[in-house]
């Protein structure tokens, strides 16, 4: 995610929750995995393999759509219930393993009850069918966002169970098959490729599929009045963009840009992860530009408004781009590993600025060096940051992840050298594809490539109230931040 600089203290609203609930044993509490951040997210007890998910679109941006929710995963320990991340729409019906299942709305979990217990190590089949509700809601925030012309999906952090009924962390990655039922005249996209497509009467169901298993907060599904623009990227990689109809010529001078700037990535840190990618220009001001996987979404007007610098768009497509290695393929095994994201999107972003446009890293790193110890201040350091205000979730992405952990970086480079950087670079994202990483496992690789305890290092630069001095630039200063 990068919130754009003119909204960043936009938060996004989403819809409630109303469960039409059966009676279910007491007691059925709600649960997490206990990330520190967000310590009701995320389900124990199983792993989920795959999701089906079935939508369907009657043409009005206001009103619930129709769903089936069916999650294939293994039971991980013996349950007697299942705990389901689900905060909006209405439950109609739960099934488990194909027998009628008793649930029962509690906190955001969906508590459902079986009617046998659950072994460790038994195939788990929940069939849901529920609504999903684009209703705006001030008590939550992300999930559905209403275009001009549909809806689109702006899942992170931790808001697809505003969507859908899913184990919502990203430690717990699956298979996605999206079902998107609309009429006709709309156009329908989600992650993935397009796994087939069928008209009955004056509707169309679209089908998509992906490759490579994807965190929850990386879902998107997007329907409107689109027009789909296709080309091919380096090796062949399928690319589709999604443009609101009569966009595409006005368009075309950015959409064009993306197979460069796949091939520079590739360059950078070897073969983009997934089986496609595009933009998906949204007519909507959400205040950001999100990484969803393999169909980054940004706001229309970033690329329509004459105040943005070229080389500054081009630096934000790249930013979401590098997000495709680090966060979606390499995923953060706690929401405290974000800075494993942002600031390595952010890294690249000021890398392709640099290359590209003449924007010194250099400037850019002292800029944020002065202001290191007051984003400390006000965010926490970069692997241990502040948990977000209650209801407010993407308070979370403040400049200390993205700026002041590209500091993190840069610093890091400074100490082990430009080479060792760069090697420890491409085997972080060949070691972690598909998977999820710590920060923990992201030191200890950049002790083994650079042959050095970095214990201290790593210890001052992730987790120390105060920025230490810079390695190769003892001149560099910061602000004290207020009251110190």
Same mark, same amino acid.
């Given at each position: 995610?990068?919130?754009?600089?003119?909204?960043?203290?936009?938060?996004?609203?989403?819809?409630?929750?109303?469960?039409?609930?059966?009676?279910?044993?007491?007691?059925?509490?709600?649960?997490?995995?206990?990330?520190?951040?967000?310590?009701?997210?995320?389900?124990? /007890?199983?792993?989920?393999?795959?999701?089906?998910?079935?939508? &369907?679109?009657?043409?009005?941006?206001?009103?619930?759509?129709?769903?089936?929710?069916?999650?294939?995963?293994?039971?991980?320990?013996?349950?007697?219930?299942?705990?389901?991340?689900?905060?909006?729409?209405?439950?109609?019906?739960?099934?488990?393993?194909?027998?009628?299942?008793?649930?029962?709305?509690?906190?955001?979990?969906?508590?459902?009850?079986?009617?046998?217990?659950?072994?460790?190590?038994?195939?788990?089949?929940?069939?849901?069918?529920?609504?999903?509700?684009?209703?705006?809601?001030?008590?939550?925030?992300? /999930? $559905?966002?209403?275009?001009?012309?549909?809806?689109?999906?702006?899942?992170?952090?931790?808001?697809?169970?505003?969507?859908?009924?899913?184990?919502?962390?990203?430690?717990?990655?699956?298979?996605? &098959?999206?079902?998107?039922?609309?009429?006709?005249?709309?156009?329908?996209?989600?992650?993935?490729?397009?796994?087939?497509?069928?008209?009955?009467?004056?509707?169309? &169901? $679209?089908?998509?599929?992906?490759?490579?298993?994807?965190?929850?907060?990386?879902?998107?599904?997007?329907?409107?009045?689109?027009?789909?623009?296709?080309?091919?990227?380096?090796?062949?990689l399928p690319v589709r963009d999604v443009v609101p109809r009569g966009d595409k010529s006005r368009m075309e001078r950015w959409l064009r840009k993306t197979p460069g700037q796949i091939a520079w990535m590739e360059g950078k840190i070897g073969r983009y992860p997934f089986e496609t990618y595009g933009l998906l220009m949204a007519d909507a001001e959400t205040g950001f530009e999100l990484e969803t996987q393999t169909l980054s979404l940004f706001e229309r007007s970033l690329f329509t408004r004459p105040e943005f610098p070229e080389w500054y768009v081009d630096s934000i497509m790249v930013h979401e781009l590098a997000h495709q290695w680090f966060g979606n393929s390499v995923s953060p095994r706690g929401w405290s590993d974000l800075w494993l994201n942002e600031g390595h999107a952010t890294w690249y972003e000021a890398l392709y600025a640099e290359e590209k446009a003449k924007q010194p890293m250099v400037d850019r790193m002292r800029d944020a060096y002065r202001l290191s110890d007051q984003w400390r201040a006000q965010g926490g350091p970069p692997a241990a940051p502040k948990k977000p205000a209650p209801g407010q979730k993407i308070s979370l992405f403040r400049p200390v992840v993205y700026d002041g952990s590209a500091l993190v970086l840069y610093a890091l480079r400074q100490e082990i050298g430009a080479s060792s950087f760069e090697h420890l670079e491409r085997l972080w994202v060949a070691l972690h594809a598909d998977g999820v990483a710590t920060t923990a496992d992201f030191t200890r690789l950049a002790a083994q490539v650079s042959g050095r305890n970095l214990d201290d290092f790593f210890q001052a630069w992730l987790y120390g109230a105060r920025t230490p001095a810079m390695p190769g630039h003892p001149e560099w200063t910061t602000s004290s931040p207020a009251g110190v």
């Open positions: 995610m990068l919130l754009t600089p003119r909204l960043k203290a936009a938060l996004l609203a989403a819809a409630s929750l109303s469960l039409i609930a059966a009676s279910a044993p007491s007691p059925a509490v709600p649960l997490g995995i206990g990330d520190p951040l967000f310590p009701h997210l995320g389900n124990p /007890g199983y792993d989920v393999r795959s999701y089906d998910i079935a939508f &369907t679109y009657r043409g009005s941006n206001t009103k619930p759509l129709d769903a089936v929710t069916k999650i294939d995963a293994l039971t991980t320990e013996s349950l007697d219930r299942v705990n389901l991340d689900f905060a909006q729409g209405t439950v109609r019906s739960v099934e488990v393993n194909g027998a009628e299942a008793d649930f029962v709305g509690k906190g955001e979990d969906l508590v459902v009850t079986p009617g046998q217990p659950l072994f460790a190590g038994s195939p788990l089949r929940i069939t849901v069918r529920h609504t999903s509700d684009p209703t705006p809601d001030k008590r939550y925030e992300g /999930g $559905w966002v209403r275009t001009g012309d549909g809806l689109v999906m702006a899942n992170q952090a931790d808001a697809a169970h505003l969507v859908f009924p899913c184990n919502d962390h990203p430690s717990d990655k699956a298979q996605f &098959t999206f079902r998107v039922t609309a009429p006709r005249e709309y156009t329908a996209v989600a992650n993935g490729l397009e796994a087939g497509r069928e008209r009955a009467g004056a509707a169309t &169901t $679209w089908t998509y599929r992906t490759e490579h298993p994807m965190a929850t907060e990386l879902a998107q599904v997007a329907i409107g009045d689109s027009e789909v623009v296709r080309r091919e990227g380096p090796n062949g």
